[in-house]
């Protein structure tokens, strides 16, 4: 009698069981789904082809001098950006730790911005101590703005987005201050503080205010207003 009673609470209790070992299955196939909406609506990244797309367990792998590795790193930024995604459905369960899955991606140059064009604005503390004179007034307001930018990128060694946003400051020739915060401590500090919560690398604050990853139409955006033109 009491084998009887255990058998059919077993019988009972099974389709339970068999619901819960699933779930693990079910909630990584959702995020995959998920995952592969992402990077299908990324355009600059050539998923149509097996032989432009691989799967790395870790960064290490890729060889040094190998251009998948510019690629590589460029998918460990938009990871570090909390975008997880799924390369393909043969990939480990583990749902958690897709950031060290590395992948190659097609990079288009960054676009370059003729700084020709931005008029300088007067620095504010010159024009103000020159308002007594018109004609002073009038040539500070066409004499370029020494130090009234003050960019700082915070960034990390692998950050793929780091290093452009690096070329195009220096293509520009536009003033910045890098500081890794894997490196530096104190800048690291600085970056938790401007972060807001943010997570992710390139942040580039300039003049107090914080950009997140690296966007050229905002950052131009701000430097244009802060110049006045």
């Not at 909630?27 to 609506?41: D, M, V």
């Not at 570090?80 to 730790?97: E, F, G, T, Y």
């Not at 620095?123 to 370029?144: F, G």
């Not at 500090?189 to 580039?204: D, F, K, M, R, T």
Request: hydrophobic fraction near 40%; charged fraction near 25%.
């Amino acid at each position: 009698m009491n084998r009887l009673v255990l058998l059919l609470l077993a019988l009972l209790l099974l389709p339970g069981c068999l619901a819960g070992c699933n779930a693990e299955d079910d909630h990584y196939q959702r995020a995959l789904a998920i995952e592969r909406e992402l990077l299908r609506q990324n355009p600059e990244t050539d998923y149509s082809s097996p032989r432009y797309l691989h799967v790395m367990r870790a960064l290490r792998r890729v060889p040094a001098g190998s251009p998948d590795r510019d690629r590589a790193v460029d998918l460990m930024q938009r990871i570090s950006d909390a975008r997880r995604i799924a390369l393909n459905s043969a990939l480990p369960k583990q749902v958690d730790h897709l950031p060290d899955r590395l992948a190659n991606r097609q990079i288009g140059r960054p676009p370059t911005t003729d700084f020709s064009k931005v008029r300088p604005a007067a620095d504010p503390l010159t024009a103000a101590a020159a308002a007594s004179t018109a004609a002073t007034a009038k040539t500070n307001a066409i004499k370029p703005a020494e130090g009234a930018l003050q960019i700082t990128m915070y960034s990390t060694s692998w950050c793929g987005y780091c290093s452009k946003a690096r070329r195009w400051f220096t293509d520009n020739g536009i003033p910045f201050t890098e500081k890794d915060i894997e490196k530096d401590p104190e800048g690291a500090a600085e970056y938790q503080q401007a972060s807001g919560g943010y997570g992710g690398v390139p942040l580039i604050v300039v003049n107090g205010k914080s950009f997140r990853g690296f966007d050229p139409r905002a950052l131009l955006a701000r430097i244009r207003e802060l110049k006045g033109s």
